[in-house]
């Protein structure tokens, strides 16, 4: 039997990696952190000291199997899941993931990953490259200000104290770079439905894209753990 996809897409910071962690669990459904595996691929390529803006470099892509699984990521079956928020990788990580060579592969795997099983995958061009038949697209967003207010909150459990005008111009750099590459961009895909998350709780989100699951017919007779 097919599988039943949804595709969330959207900026840094609106909340689609907690939110489809969520209903991942409360409805069955395989949980794809598509932006782990880019960022997995930044942290390889900054510890092999390649240069970064040459796109002939990421050959190495070649040897590498890359797999997300249970919250976790996996490069050659080594978890990196702790290597891949550091400032490091995300100063670069636009940039690597805008090399057509970089996301052919990645795009790849993904669609492999998600064959045959019910699945949730988050990322920039889930609804539009990756899964374009998903049986549902979400497209998260929420104002730079309060996506930068989250960031801070994520650091500061961390320890780390960062400007919140620093982490704006950081996202806002970041959604420039990924909304303006030529191969798969961030859009919203034409038939996604568009929530913005800035006054809106993660229980609530949440509770908004179960809702538009529970009404697909496909989705029907599979188990829930809902409320758990
Ligand atoms: O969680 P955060 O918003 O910081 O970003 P992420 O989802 O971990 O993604 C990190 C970066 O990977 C993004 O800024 C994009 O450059 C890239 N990415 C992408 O190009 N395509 C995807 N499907 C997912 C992520
Ligand atoms: O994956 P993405 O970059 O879109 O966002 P995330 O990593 O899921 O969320 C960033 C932070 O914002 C996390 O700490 C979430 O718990 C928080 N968040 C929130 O406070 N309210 C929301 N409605 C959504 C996310």
Redesign the pocket.
Known sequence: MPGFKVAI?G????G??TISKRIAEQLNLTHI???????AITYIALQKNIDLNDEASYVFMQDLKVRYEKNRIYVNDLDVTDK?RTDAV?RN??K???FPYV?RI?VQI?KDAAQNIDVIM?????GSV?LPDADLKIFLTANVKERAKRRQKDKEVLGIKQELDALENEILE?DH??ST?KE?P?VCPPDAIVIDTTHYSIEDTTKRITEEILKKEKYHGRTTNEGR
Do not use: C, E, N, W
């Open positions: 897409d900026p840094a910071g609106s689609k990696s952190d598509t932006g782990a595996m880019y960022r891949i995300t990580v636009s690597v993931s805008s996301r990645l993904q988050d990322g920039r061009d889930i990756v970041r770079k990924d590459r798969s961030l």
